[in-house]
């Protein structure tokens, strides 16, 4: 009877502490990434579902990709991202896994007047740790500074410029997002961003999306997002949905 009693109150405790901290932030379903970082010693895992459609290169989808991430002090995150894909190239059906990334996430400054809560994401992919299809010549660096700034309070400003590497050649591409967020309630909220990829040799292509999210508690949320190209050399759209949580 005391083991029953015991397991009640176990269970009963779990919603009580998803209320005693703030409500998770995750880095989707957008593309700009949150300058929030993971509180200490709780592991965050952000899964998404991604159906990309490209008249010119086929369709690509994501099946899921996984963004794993741990609070290891409190201005510090350790991440890692892993992701199984199925794509068409030439009529034939491709899949496997893309190099793992790991890498890390620091707050740099706290929100204050015009200046911008910012935190400095970096990783680097191992390239070997891919299927055969997906293995890279060289390892991929890539970083972006994230900010952020409160409008109001139910609207924020979100912003990354960044820099990444493909992993096949020397050459870099230049990122850039925007995006805004509006808390319709606790729990609801949406989104609209424009953002984009500028390679070092080639045109840069913009792109159009928004979203959902959904808050079920302090520690798990889901999402629904879709987007589109708006230069020809974009995809043309995809939609994606996601789940989010942290224990």
Request: glycine share 8%; charged share 20%.
């Amino acid at each position: 009877m005391n083991k029953i009693i015991l397991l009640f109150c176990v269970l009963g405790w779990f919603p009580v502490l998803a209320q005693t901290i703030d409500p998770l932030e995750a880095d989707r379903p957008d593309q700009t990434e949150t300058p929030a970082i993971v509180p200490k010693r709780m592991l965050q895992a952000e899964m998404g579902f991604t159906f990309q459609k490209d008249k010119e290169t086929g369709n690509s989808n994501s099946l899921p990709s996984v963004l794993w991430k741990y609070g290891l002090i409190k201005n510090l995150e350790l991440r890692l991202i892993t992701e199984f894909i199925s794509e068409e190239i030439n009529n034939e059906t491709v899949t496997g896994f893309t190099p793992i990334y790991v890498g890390f996430k620091v707050n740099l400054c706290e929100e204050k007047g015009i200046i911008p809560k910012t935190s400095l994401i970096g990783h680097i992919s191992i390239p070997k740790l891919a299927s055969t299809r997906y293995k890279t010549d060289y390892i991929a660096p890539e970083f972006r500074f994230t900010m952020q700034h409160t409008l109001s309070e139910k609207f924020s400003l979100g912003y990354n410029l960044g820099c990444e590497w493909d992993g096949f050649s020397l050459d870099k591409t230049f990122i850039y997002t925007l995006t805004t967020g509006f808390s319709i309630n606790n729990q609801l909220g949406c989104y609209a961003e424009m953002f984009g990829f500028a390679p070092q040799n080639d045109n840069p292509n913009h792109n159009l999306d928004g979203g959902f999210t959904y808050l079920i508690n302090n520690n798990f949320m889901v999402d629904l997002s879709s987007g589109i190209g708006i230069t020809d050399n974009a995809p043309d759209h995809y939609l994606a949905l996601g789940l989010s949580f942290r224990i």
